[in-house]
């Protein structure tokens, strides 16, 4: 059972635009939301998260919104650029404090010149 | 944030052997991780690692199979044991922070099981 789905396994944008990605969840007990950026051959970096109480957080050119209801969110990269080119992870936990992660697919960005 | 190292990089390994993943972070944290992440697929979580006692295991991951300990606040290893080419993977170990929010991950082992 995947709690967490990223839906699409790769994203290509073009640079200067806006790069957005999407996460769903099912379940309803998952309280903080995190995204990471992955490179070839390196751990996930962290880069933004958000909590239940708040539908958007922002943090220079990335921001994340959250549709509880929908049990939805997103990743918005503006402007894009070629080093934002990696694989995008969306996780989630139900405990504050980011323990136990439950991580999506992964979303592979490319941004062309 | 804290930086983390992990023993070995990478490795290739024979089936029926095993091999233990060093993590050493740079500062004392609450909370150590084991993840792995198979080819092609996304991060699961095998177990807590618990200073001084037992780690707490996933649904899937067992204690023989993947021993793991964490003698202090700095430092962990996991074991792959008997190993098979199912277990070829990536292994990564991640920290919280004291009062922090998120989880920081080492670069990662990457093991291949012939």
């Given at each position: 059972?995947?709690?967490?789905?990223?839906?699409?396994?790769?994203?290509?944008?073009?640079?200067?635009?806006?790069?957005?990605?999407?996460?769903?969840?099912?379940?309803?007990?998952?309280?903080?939301?995190?995204?990471?950026?992955?490179?070839?051959?390196?751990?996930?970096?962290?880069?933004?998260?958000?909590?239940?109480?708040?539908?958007?957080?922002?943090?220079?050119?990335?921001?994340?919104?959250?549709?509880?209801?929908?049990?939805?969110?997103?990743?918005?990269?503006?402007?894009?650029?070629?080093?934002?080119?990696?694989?995008?992870?969306c996780?989630?936990?139900?405990?504050?404090?980011?323990?136990?992660?439950?991580?999506?697919?992964?979303?592979?960005?490319?941004?062309?010149? | 944030?804290?930086?983390?190292?992990?023993?070995?990089?990478?490795?290739?390994?024979q089936?029926?052997?095993s091999?233990?993943?060093?993590?050493?972070?740079?500062?004392?944290?609450?909370?150590?991780?084991?993840?792995?992440?198979?080819?092609?697929?996304?991060?699961?979580?095998?177990?807590?690692?618990?200073?001084?006692?037992?780690?707490?295991?996933?649904?899937?991951f067992?204690?023989?199979?993947?021993?793991?300990?964490?003698?202090?606040l700095?430092?962990?290893?996991?074991?792959?044991?008997?190993?098979?080419?199912?277990?070829?993977?990536?292994?990564?170990?991640?920290?919280?922070?004291?009062?922090?929010?998120?989880?920081?991950?080492?670069?990662?082992?990457?093991?291949?099981?012939?």
């Amino acid at each position: 059972d995947q709690q967490v789905k990223q839906n699409s396994p790769s994203l290509s944008v073009q640079e200067g635009r806006i790069s957005i990605l999407n996460c769903d969840y099912t379940n309803s007990m998952f309280d903080y939301f995190l995204w990471y950026k992955k490179y070839p051959a390196e751990g996930p970096t962290f880069l933004i998260s958000i909590s239940s109480i708040k539908d958007k957080n922002e943090d220079g050119r990335f921001t994340v919104f959250l549709n509880k209801s929908a049990k939805h969110l997103s990743l918005h990269i503006v402007p894009s650029q070629p080093g934002d080119s990696a694989v995008y992870f969306c996780a989630a936990s139900a405990i504050r404090g980011a323990q136990k992660l439950v991580f999506g697919q992964g979303t592979r960005l490319t941004i062309n010149p | 944030s804290a930086v983390i190292s992990q023993k070995p990089s990478r490795d290739i390994c024979q089936r029926g052997t095993s091999l233990t993943i060093q993590c050493q972070v740079d500062s004392q944290v609450t909370m150590m991780f084991w993840y792995r992440q198979q080819p092609g697929q996304s991060l699961t979580l095998i177990a807590t690692a618990n200073q001084g006692s037992e780690a707490t295991y996933e649904s899937g991951f067992v204690i023989d199979k993947f021993p793991i300990s964490r003698p202090n606040l700095t430092f962990s290893t996991l074991t792959v044991s008997n190993m098979s080419p199912e277990d070829s993977s990536i292994y990564l170990c991640s920290v919280a922070v004291t009062g922090g929010e998120t989880q920081y991950f080492g670069p990662g082992t990457r093991l291949l099981v012939l």
